[in-house]
Each structure stands twice: as structure tokens, then as C-alpha cells.
């Protein structure tokens, strides 16, 4: 998903965190493109409050990072054969700029990006966690419900039933028709509760999402015609992603809008036959007892 062209393309135009340059690294054998890595030059660099904690000797310090911090999947195809040409490229790269570090973020521990730079000095440090559930043979809702254990399947269809009750409704819509204005404000009241102010940035989150066309699914919840979740969900060819969402947890009913938001997009997984689920980051307790996994994230930089 996150090295589509659409989503490049729109987080060129609309970047949701200060960029201070471009570059796209294309490694070809002969005239044959075999590996491809978007690169982001940033001043601050640091947006979830975890690179610094890993690299506190980076902090404020200009630094060229492959994917963008809204990516949690980075990766380059072919990685033992290009990984060293492409390195070198980023180190030069990263000199022309001025900057002082270069390097990959959210590389997930174990792949083959993460055994390859390894294998090329870089050791690799924990910046935090991605969720994932495996979809593969979950036929409907029900299918998925009966794969959790007791508890957390009936606080789920418990919390179905008071949602009704409480007279919420769900829509998914494309993007062109989402209320993108309502959705930032949910995002802002989100990201306050966790310290991520900024990640969604006012001026520039609507029109990103709606780049995004029709790779974008956004979910939205509302109790009496009112806002309380929304999320906006991204797929590619296996994927469904729940990329990001807002809620509002001061809602009328004993309801939680959050796991209504979980529960639709559980199903709408289902109905376009993706085979994985990926819970994004954050949100452990919650995730694990909902039946995703912890993908560890790491960083693997170099001092230019």
C-alpha cells in the first residue's frame, strides 16, 4: 500500500509531517527496476516520540529516513542483492543534504530488510509494535468472532447490541463523499490522548486522504446524526489496513464508539476477501485481546 503510486504521489503534494526534501532511490539491473525506496529528509524527525529514545544521539539533528513515519511496513525487494548499492546511494544522498544520519524506520524485525542490514553493520533498535491478524479462511464476522477467546467475543457482541440501542449508525464511504473536516477533529481529540499532536496536520490531512482515491475506505460512526469514530482504512492486493482514526469518547450510552469502529472494520476486511488485517501501531491491550499479534519495529541508522 504504502509504495503505491497514489500514495507517493499524494504524500509529495501533501506531505502529513514536515519534509524538507525528496528523494526516490531506483536500483535497475541494466535497464530493469528491481528495488525502489522513498526517502524523506526531516528536521524533526520524531513525530511518535520513539526514534529519539532509540537513537538519542540523533535528536534534532537532520536526518534522511526511509519510509515516512505514517508507513509501518518499510522494505526493499531484493534486499541482498541491492541493499549495499542502495546504502552507499543514501549516504551520499544524505551528505548532499546536510544530513547527519540516514537510515531505515518501522522496518519489521525478522524480514528481510531487517536480516540484510544486519548482515550490512546496522544493527537494529526498537522503536515499538504493529499489530497484525492473520484473515486467511475467516469466511464472515462470525468466523472471526469464534477465533477469540470467550470474553473478548462477547464484550464485542455486547457492545453491538448497546450501540443500536443507543441508536448508532455506521456508513462506509469513499473518500469524495467522507466528512474528512469532522473526521480531523476526532483525530486531533485521538492524538491529544496519546501525545501525538501533529500527526494528522490540519492543513494538509483532507487533502491527502483524498489522493489517496479509491485505495481509501473511511468508516464512519455517528450517534444521533453526531460523529463519535471514524476511521480511514487503506487496502492494497491482501491487506486491510486501519490506517487511522478519531474518536469520541464522551458519548450518550454505555457503549465503547472505538470498538464499534474495530467490529466494521473487521467485516469490511472480510468482504473484500483481504487475507491480512493490520491493526497499525499502538493500542496493545486492546489489539491482543481482539485477536492481532505484535510485529516489532525496529530502526536501523547510519551516522553520515
Not at 490522548?193 to 494528522?200: A, L, M
Amino acid at each position: 500500500m504504502f509504495y503505491e503510486h497514489a500514495y507517493l504521489r499524494a504524500y509529495e503534494q501533501t506531505p502529513l509531517t514536515d519534509i524538507d526534501a525528496f528523494a526516490y532511490f531506483v536500483v535497475r539491473d541494466g535497464e530493469k527496476p528491481v528495488a525502489v525506496t522513498p526517502a524523506y529528509l526531516q528536521t524533526a524527525a520524531d513525530p511518535l516520540h520513539c526514534l529519539y529514545t532509540a537513537y538519542p544521539e540523533a535528536r534534532d539533528q537532520p536526518a534522511l529516513l526511509s519510509h515516512t513515519w505514517h508507513c509501518y511496513d518499510a522494505h526493499v525487494p531484493a534486499t541482498t542483492e541491492v541493499l549495499p548499492r542502495l546504502l552507499d546511494a543514501m549516504v551520499r544522498t544524505a551528505s548532499v543534504f546536510r544530513a547527519r544520519w540516514c537510515g531505515f524506520v518501522n522496518v519489521q524485525r525478522g524480514s528481510a530488510l531487517s536480516q540484510s542490514l544486519r548482515a550490512n553493520g546496522l544493527p537494529a533498535r526498537h522503536l515499538l509494535d504493529r499489530w497484525t491478524a492473520d484473515l486467511g479462511g475467516v469466511t464472515d464476522y462470525e468466523h472471526y468472532l469464534a477465533r477469540l477467546n470467550q470474553r473478548a467475543r462477547a464484550n464485542l457482541r455486547r457492545n453491538e447490541r448497546r450501540s443500536r440501542e443507543a441508536g448508532v449508525t455506521i456508513d462506509v464511504v469513499g473518500v469524495e463523499h467522507a466528512a474528512l473536516d469532522e473526521f480531523l477533529l476526532l483525530c486531533t481529540k485521538t492524538a491529544s490522548r496519546f501525545e501525538n499532536n501533529g500527526f494528522h496536520p490540519d492543513l494538509t490531512f483532507a487533502a491527502f486522504v483524498r489522493g489517496l482515491g479509491d485505495l481509501a475506505h473511511v468508516i464512519e460512526v455517528r450517534q444521533h446524526d453526531k460523529l463519535v469514530a471514524a476511521g480511514v482504512c487503506l487496502t492494497d492486493s491482501t491487506r486491510f489496513h486501519t490506517w487511522t482514526c478519531g474518536i469520541d469518547y464522551a458519548v450518550d450510552g454505555n457503549y465503547s464508539p472505538y470498538g464499534v469502529l474495530f467490529a466494521e472494520s473487521v467485516k469490511l476486511a472480510v468482504r473484500l476477501g483481504k487475507r491480512v488485517l493490520e491493526g497499525g501501531l499502538g493500542n496493545g491491550v486492546f489489539n491482543r485481546r481482539h485477536g492481532l499479534s505484535p510485529r516489532p519495529l525496529d530502526a536501523a541508522l547510519i551516522r553520515t
